[in-house]
């Protein structure tokens, strides 16, 4: 039987409508990721999360600030092929043996201007050849000396030589110190110091000597020489001789050169010269080069001085530099022009001038600059009323007190009036004012008495 009450439910526990609704329009909760727990303090991020020396942690791989192998390649790869690159140059020049180089004349170049090719024309005739750097050095029986600078040689190497007795003695441009010691007899063409010198040239022989005889015409010139009464000179120039054989004894000889040009490499090929070099240098069995000893210190008796020690191209660059100087400073003065006058800006008048000067002094606090100039402006006022003359545009103190004192007709001492002009400075502002008004004052006097 049914009753008209309530309808009965549905099985089941029973759900009050009021609670049911809201949980039926709530969406669906998604679980949230939990957030990161804070850092340990005093700890990096990577290791406060547990990731300690590249491991990991809780939450993923840490950041490692530690840099990688490559990252180090990629930094330094310039530097490490810079610094490749120097020591290979290094090894290079430290293991590359440099070329040998020579002095000109020297026996063993094989330059322009060596005498290597001389040498040896002179083996291939048989002659034994040789260098020393001894001038007192054994001679070997019939020997020609060859010394190719002998003003390098000290005096006492000179002397050396000239006691060896050699069979011939071959000197290339010697000076006049040189002769005396080893040639005596022979003496330059020129006065005092200026030494006559001619370019090398062609030139017939023009003389008895057999080795310039059968040569003929050659190359010579350099310095000019005079050979004694026994002598001979050849290939004249300029009345005097690039070539002078002078015996010295039985058998031995000087023979002097102007210059060694004809011996060298690149000449010995033409005209007479190898002709000529082998008559005078091959006329005995052994041929002996001096080569002077260039590392040795230079001698005591020969004091340079301070232009010696700067180099020749020096001379050029500065005159450069002076030339360079002058032309710039006309180019500056003529780009400056003429003096052209300009109007101020602004007149100022001078009561402005004068306030403004004033308040720099208030500020300043400087009462005896303003005093000073006060009375220096009416001293120089009141001189020319008085006939007082301006000495370096001030009168004199005591002329200009006792002509304003003579002026006041006893009104006042030329004390008081000296106190006045030339006072002491005042100590306040009141001070100040109180001696602009008497200058006033006493200037009015002045020019009304």
Known sequence: MTSTGTPTPATGPHVPPARQAPQAA????????????????????????????????????GTSLTPTPRALWLRSRWFLLAGAVLLVTGLLLAGLKGEDSYPPLDPRSTDPGGTHAVVRLLEQQGLSTGTTTDPAAPTAGAETFVV?????????????????????????????????????????????????????????????????????SAQLGGLLYRPGPKG?????????????????????????LGSGTFLT???????????????????????????PDYSAPAPADRRKELTDFIPAG????????????????????????PVVA???????????????????????KARGRAADALRRAACTRLAPVLGVPLLNG????????????????????????????????????AALLRLADDLDALERQVRQP
Not at 323 to 336: E, H
């Open 342 to 364: 300009e109007n101020l800006p602004v007149v100022v008048r001078a009561a402005e001038t004068t306030e403004g000067r004033a308040r720099l002094y208030r500020r300043a």
């Open 148 to 216: 190719p600078e002998p003003d390098l040689l000290t005096p006492e190497q000179l002397r050396a030589l000239a006691a060896a007795r050699h069979s011939r003695l071959v000197l290339i441009a010697p000076g006049s110190e040189t002769l005396d010691v080893l040639a005596p007899t022979v003496s330059q063409a020129g006065q005092g110091d200026l030494q006559d010198y001619a370019a090398p040239a062609t030139t017939s022989a023009a003389c008895s000597l057999p080795d310039a005889v059968r040569a003929g």
């Open 394 to 429: 001030a009168p004199d103190p005591v002329a200009l007190c006792a002509a304003v004192a003579d002026r006041l007709a006893g009104d006042s001492t030329a004390a008081a009036v000296q106190f006045l002009l030339y006072g002491p400075a005042p100590t306040d502002d």
């Open 232 to 256: 001979a000179g050849c290939y004249p120039r300029h009345n005097a001789y690039p070539l002078v054989q002078e015996p010295t004894g039985a058998g031995t000889d000087v023979v002097v």
């Open 265 to 291: 490499n690149d000449k010995i090929d033409e005209e007479g010269n190898a002709s000529l070099a082998l008559g005078l240098l091959g006329s005995r069995p052994r041929l002996t080069w001096l080569l």
């Open 314 to 337: 020096w001379y050029w660059a500065g005159l450069q530099l002076a030339v360079a100087a002058l032309l710039a400073a006309a180019w500056r003065g003529r780009r400056l022009g």
């Open 26 to 61: 709530q969406p669906p909760q998604t679980p949230l990721t939990p957030p990161p727990a804070p850092a340990a303090p005093g700890l990096p991020v990577d290791l406060a999360d547990g990731t300690a020396d590249g491991g990991t942690g809780a939450n993923g791989p």
